[in-house]
């Protein structure tokens, strides 16, 4: 899933119904709203969850929250449920402005423009799929890179459903696996790899035996 206005408008009511803001009083408590911008990270779906989590993070999202909380109220809208899509599409795209790197995930937004939705990189195209088992050593250093994630090249991409993701530093794909973000039905690639492999022989990158 790609992030736009349309779908991010959504998350974002979603995520403020759970926290149970709904009017003006509420929304003036900070906390409730933090906790709002954690609610739509919950609710985001892979990898669009993985994309805010390495580019803005939690903070941002909370950033983003309490934005569009003040730009909300300066409006003069003062009950979510009640909002117009439109009046929430305007708010929506002038609070992700607010907050750098946010608005490329979002439609290509930054700065108050739109620049159309990106789409995910694209791997290299290698060999048709044949999974192999080396995996497990390439993967063995990725401890070490978590230390020093600036010098770690971005080289992991994964394919799913026909389409491709990424690229990931080695830290940042480990961290994917830990979280069990990973599918049996998924495929990897980095650059040093003949072809595609195949998670399916890898419980231990998807939590799966």
Same mark, same amino acid.
């Given at each position: 899933?790609? +992030?736009?206005?349309?779908?991010?408008?959504?998350?974002?009511?979603?995520?403020?119904?759970?926290?149970?803001?709904?009017?003006?009083?509420? +929304?003036?408590?900070?906390?409730?709203?933090?906790? /709002?911008?954690?609610?739509?990270?919950?609710?985001?779906?892979?990898?669009?969850? +993985?994309?805010?989590?390495?580019?803005?993070?939690?903070?941002?999202?909370?950033?983003?929250?309490?934005?569009?909380?003040?730009?909300?109220?300066?409006?003069?809208?003062?009950?979510?449920?009640?909002?117009?899509?439109?009046?929430?599409?305007?708010? +929506?795209?002038?609070?992700?402005?607010?907050?750098?790197?946010?608005?490329?995930?979002?439609?290509?937004?930054?700065?108050?423009?739109?620049?159309?939705?990106?789409?995910? /990189?694209?791997?290299?195209?290698?060999?048709?799929?044949?999974?192999?088992?080396?995996?497990?050593?390439?993967?063995?250093?990725?401890?070490?890179?978590?230390?020093?994630?600036?010098?770690?090249?971005?080289?992991?991409?994964?394919?799913?459903?026909?389409?491709?993701?990424?690229?990931?530093?080695? /830290?940042?794909?480990?961290?994917?696996?830990?979280?069990?973000?990973?599918?049996?039905?998924?495929?990897?690639?980095?650059?040093?790899?003949?072809?595609?492999?195949?998670?399916?022989?890898?419980?231990?990158?998807?939590?799966?035996?």
């Amino acid at each position: 899933m790609s +992030l736009t206005i349309d779908n991010l408008g959504s998350l974002v009511q979603r995520g403020f119904a759970r926290a149970a803001i709904n009017t003006s009083a509420r +929304l003036q408590d900070d906390e409730l709203v933090r906790a /709002a911008a954690r609610n739509i990270y919950d609710v985001i779906p892979f990898p669009a969850n +993985l994309a805010i989590k390495m580019s803005v993070g939690i903070e941002g999202l909370e950033r983003f929250a309490l934005s569009f909380r003040d730009v909300l109220l300066a409006s003069g809208v003062t009950d979510l449920s009640r909002i117009s899509a439109d009046d929430l599409s305007v708010i +929506l795209r002038k609070s992700v402005a607010r907050v750098p790197g946010l608005g490329k995930l979002v439609g290509g937004i930054e700065a108050g423009t739109a620049a159309g939705p990106q789409q995910p /990189a694209a791997a290299p195209n290698p060999p048709k799929a044949n999974p192999i088992s080396k995996f497990t050593s390439e993967i063995a250093g990725a401890n070490a890179a978590k230390a020093t994630p600036s010098v770690t090249p971005k080289s992991w991409y994964l394919l799913r459903q026909s389409t491709r993701y990424g690229p990931w530093t080695d /830290a940042e794909f480990l961290s994917l696996a830990e979280e069990g973000r990973l599918d049996r039905t998924d495929m990897v690639w980095r650059d040093g790899f003949p072809d595609w492999i195949g998670l399916s022989d890898m419980p231990k990158m998807t939590g799966r035996s």
